[in-house]
């Protein structure tokens, strides 16, 4: 990685505009699907109505992310020299989503009588639903990297925020009037919710569907012809080396891994900031905070996107991870102003305006490694970042023994050290 790849250029990407156009309506489609069964609203209520504890949500959790990371390193061993992303990628999502259909219709009709049936049911299209979309994460990020220019895919990812960012407000509504019972009673309204997830899910396939692939795989300048395919045991053994010929991959692997400390200690802020404040603060004030979040999506995700396809993703990346140390820095200025609120709201502001810092670190990826290679260092990526999944329980730990602000800390020094390593990495751009 330390050679940039040169970028391409629209002439060689004919398709561009209308790819944008249909990557924005899949992006945005499946977020608002997942919006209606959000990790921290809507899936810990369903979860409950159906009889439910926390230790399930817990494995949930594990299996979301689990699911998600462990299958990209076999798909990538599948795409080896794949002249074609998408004919997979539409396979295995369409696996994955169709399971949503199939438990709504069980929630629905065994909800109330045999409840247990109805959980089961969902667990097994959660668990399959995120098995599709990790299985499809590999195909889908080399498909943007082939038919979206370099220096257009900042802004790609800033509308699909914006869009999905405004379109998760009107969905919040919805979900709320389904929980609270005023369009319709447990357990229809539970049925609809993960109807709702489907519906925008089967959108977003079809958005997918219909973007034109570039067949050609020699768009990207530099790029080594296409080497023999390796046997699964050969690919995964292989990939060891592939980490010593890329020292610069795997440091910014390492970024990934840091940069996710934002979003692995976001669940302690809110305690924080409750016990910073003199009387505390009221339950119900938590959508308040949500709000001046997603505000905070909304105002830096054109940022952060105009950034990128202007400097480059290595600056945008090492601003953004600069800015990143202040959400903790002004939670701590509110408690020590005597739990000033407009504080712990700008602390919120912020860290909407970070947390997705992963499309500026994939932009980067995409800039710096050959066409031909981008499916095996996509899945490679997200493997080594499984240390990732161990942020949140070191940060509940810090959090259950020394009080919130230590989780705050802890994602200061990790945010911090991700800034250091930043600085390191080769500019993907010094020669555009």
């Given amino acids: 990685m330390s050679e ?29 699907g997942s919006a209606f069964l959000d990790a921290a609203t809507a899936l810990p209520a369903l979860v409950g109505r159906l009889g439910g504890d926390l230790a399930l949500l817990g494995i949930l959790g594990s299996i979301r992310q689990g699911a998600y990371y462990l299958p990209q ?17 539409l396979l295995i999502t369409f696996c994955g989503r169709i399971g949503y259909f199939l438990a709504g219709a069980a929630v629905m009709a065994f909800g109330e009588t045999r409840p247990d049936i109805a959980l089961i049911a969902f667990a097994a299209a959660y668990t399959l639903g995120w098995l ?22 900042g802004a790609l990812f800033a509308t699909t925020q914006t869009v999905s960012g405004i379109g998760k407000l009107g969905v919040g509504a919805i979900v709320a009037l389904l929980l609270g019972g005023t369009v319709a009673k447990f357990p229809v309204a539970d049925a609809l919710l993960v109807w709702g997830c489907a519906f925008f899910m089967a959108v977003s396939w079809v958005f997918l569907a219909l973007i034109r692939e570039n067949r050609t795989a020699g768009s990207t300048i530099g790029a080594l012809p296409a080497s023999p395919s390796l046997s699964l045991g ?26 996710t400390a934002s979003i692995a200690t976001a669940p302690f802020l809110w305690g924080f900031v409750r016990s910073a404040t003199p009387g505390g603060i009221p ?17 830096f995700a054109p940022v ?47 860290l909407g305006g970070v947390v997705e810092n992963w499309i500026t670190i994939t932009n980067y990826l995409l800039e710096s490694v050959p066409e031909n ?28 023994s020394l009080g919130a ?14 800034l250091c390593v930043t600085r390191t990495l080769p500019d993907t751009r010094r020669n555009g």
């Fill in 4 to 32: 940039p790849v040169a970028q391409n250029h629209d002439p060689a990407l004919p398709n561009a505009r209308f790819n944008f156009l249909m990557l924005v309506g899949d992006v945005s489609c499946f977020v608002l």
């Fill in 73 to 89: 390193l076999f798909v990538a061993h599948r795409l080896q020299n794949a002249t074609r992303y998408l004919p997979i990628l």
């Fill in 132 to 153: 599709g979309d990790g299985g499809g994460g590999v195909p889908w990020t080399a498909l943007v990297g082939r038919t979206i220019p370099a220096r257009r895919r």
């Fill in 234 to 259: 050969a690919y995964l053994g292989s990939l060891p080396r592939r980490l010593r010929e890329r020292p610069d991959f795997a440091r910014l692997a390492l970024v990934q891994i840091l940069a």
């Fill in 283 to 299: 339950e119900g004030d938590a959508g308040k905070f949500l709000i001046a979040q997603t505000v905070g999506l909304l105002a």
């Fill in 304 to 350: 952060w996107g105009s950034l990128s396809d202007r400097f480059g993703p290595k600056k945008t990346l090492t601003l953004l991870l600069g800015i990143s140390l202040l959400w903790p820095l002004l939670a701590f200025a509110g408690k020590f102003a005597g739990g000033n609120l407009i504080l712990f709201y700008a602390a919120y502001f912020l």
């Fill in 373 to 400: 290679d981008q499916p095996m260092y996509i899945g490679l990526m997200n493997a080594v970042s499984l240390p990732a999944l161990f942020l949140p329980l070191i940060a509940g730990q810090c959090a259950q």
């Fill in 405 to 418: 602000g230590a989780a705050l800390i802890f994602a200061g020094v990790l945010l911090a050290t991700g």
